[in-house]
């Protein structure tokens, strides 16, 4: 059979060969559209502008530079939505609109974003919110017109503070679930917490949270990351990232407890300050850059419609999933029970679960080397089924799906540092679908 075809075959008829595409600052904007029909939409969710006290070097706020850099590359990362996250000492004392930090041609979108227009024309939404102990997202306003009361409540984390910034709007979110009980995270969830973090940038790199927090060598990725932060390789800096990438099993486990009991988010916090690691790497940009940090990954938001309020819903359904996109810009991914995609809340039994895989977007970054991609459900925190297909539910319980990787196809751009990083990584992560019965 292979003499065959190979005899049939003509120069014309051959296929071509896969081009490389190269490494670049500039991630193009998600406009792929979802099995069902709806749109896909890059978030970030906890993000620090220069009003937070210890952003840009704790210079504060009156870091132009700094704000134009967050500004430029949210554009760069190809973000859609920005929940940013500032601490209260300044946020609480600012007025609702000055929180927006906005400069000439921003637009207010119904008194509760702010949209920033990028030089290509791309529109990125500005939200605002707050972190603290808790972490309101998408607030609609301040929850009291009162400076001194927003600090307190801002500040605290107990019901009245969780119930405040519901009213005010918000989706209220935990920040660093590495750090909490969960007894705490179980009475927030009762008092309307609607998620948690299942992975925090700033705890995959702080030796003390990696250490207390995550059960980690505090230092243990100094080895594989020093040579990217003295430029004595020549691999892109920004799969640095992969020298102290891990799953962090901690805010997992804790997540599956929650949705255990009630429907709960994850999202994949950011945490971004420009405040801890200035100096430059061989492209020029310092290591913690907004775009650097912005681009290693998101929250894809499957939305209806464009506005503040389609993310916000987006958000409250659970409409979403995390993606790793330094690994790779996947395309063709779903997961649905039944009817429902993406996530479903006391979906009955007998239904087919079903995971279709992705693959890489064809403006993602590679060497032409194909990446092996595995997807495992989990259920009840558990491996459950392996591969991509559907199985019959027959028993109640929590599902959701883990896709990792192995990116062989980006060995060309990791120089000596490829034995080292070349191994399976956790790529994408679903939501959660509660089967109860």
């Known amino acids: 059979m292979v003499l065959l075809l190979l005899a049939c075959a003509t120069p014309t008829e051959s296929a071509a060969p896969p081009e490389p595409v190269p490494w670049t600052h500039e991630r193009p904007a998600l406009h792929e559209s979802t099995a069902d029909g709806r749109a896909l939409r890059r978030a970030i969710i906890h993000l620090h502008s220069p009003l937070s006290h210890d952003a840009c070097d704790n210079h504060e706020m009156a870091d132009e530079p700094c704000l134009a850099d967050l500004r ?46 990028c030089d290509d024309g791309h529109p990125v939404l500005w939200l605002a919110g707050i972190e603290d102990e808790l972490m309101p997202v998408a607030l609609d306003r301040h929850v009291s017109e009162d400076s001194a009361e927003n600090d307190r409540i801002y500040n605290d984390y107990d019901q009245e503070a969780v119930e405040a910034d519901i009213a005010a709007g918000g989706v209220v979110l935990q920040a660093h679930t590495e750090g909490q009980t969960i007894e705490d995270l179980l009475a927030r969830q009762s008092w309307g917490q609607s998620g948690v973090e299942l992975f925090n940038l700033h705890a995959m790199v702080d030796p003390n949270k990696r250490e207390e927090d995550l059960g980690l060598d505090g230092m243990g990725y100094i080895e594989d990351a020093g ?13 640095v990232f992969l020298s102290f990438y891990l799953e962090q099993t901690v805010s997992l486990e804790r997540w599956d407890t929650l949705n255990g009991v009630a429907a709960s988010l994850g999202t994949a916090g950011t945490d971004a300050h420009e405040n801890s690691l200035p100096m430059l790497m061989t492209d020029g940009e310092r290591v913690d850059s907004y775009r650097r940090m912005m681009s290693w990954f998101a929250n894809y938001l499957v939305v209806d419609g464009e506005g503040p309020a389609a993310a916000e819903a987006a958000l409250r359904a659970r409409q979403s999933f995390v993606v790793f996109d330094v690994l790779g810009v996947p395309t063709g991914f779903d997961v649905a029970y039944g009817d429902l995609h993406w996530a479903a809340d006391g979906a009955a039994v007998g239904k087919r679960f079903a995971v279709t895989c992705p693959t890489l977007a064809a403006d993602s970054p590679t060497d032409t080397s194909e990446p092996t991609i595995t997807a495992t459900v989990y259920k009840d925190g558990v491996p459950w089924q392996t591969g991509c297909g559907s199985w019959t539910v027959t028993e109640p319980g929590v599902y959701r799906v883990r896709l990792d990787i192995v990116p062989e196809h980006l060995r060309g751009f990791m120089d000596d540092q490829a034995e080292a990083l070349v191994h399976p990584y956790p790529w994408i992560y679903s939501q959660t679908f509660r089967v109860t019965g």
């Not at 609480?92 to 008194?111: I, R």
């Not at 040579?227 to 799969?239: M, Q, S, V």
């Open 72 to 117: 430029a590359h949210l554009c760069a990362a190809g973000i859609d939505y920005a929940f940013m996250t500032d601490h209260p000492s300044n946020a609480a004392y600012t007025a609702w609109n000055d929180l927006f930090q906005p400069q000439a041609g921003d637009e207010m979108v119904d008194g509760v974003a702010s949209r920033i227009t």
């Open 227 to 239: 040579p990217f932060i003295t430029g004595t390789t020549d691999a892109e800096p920004d799969l």
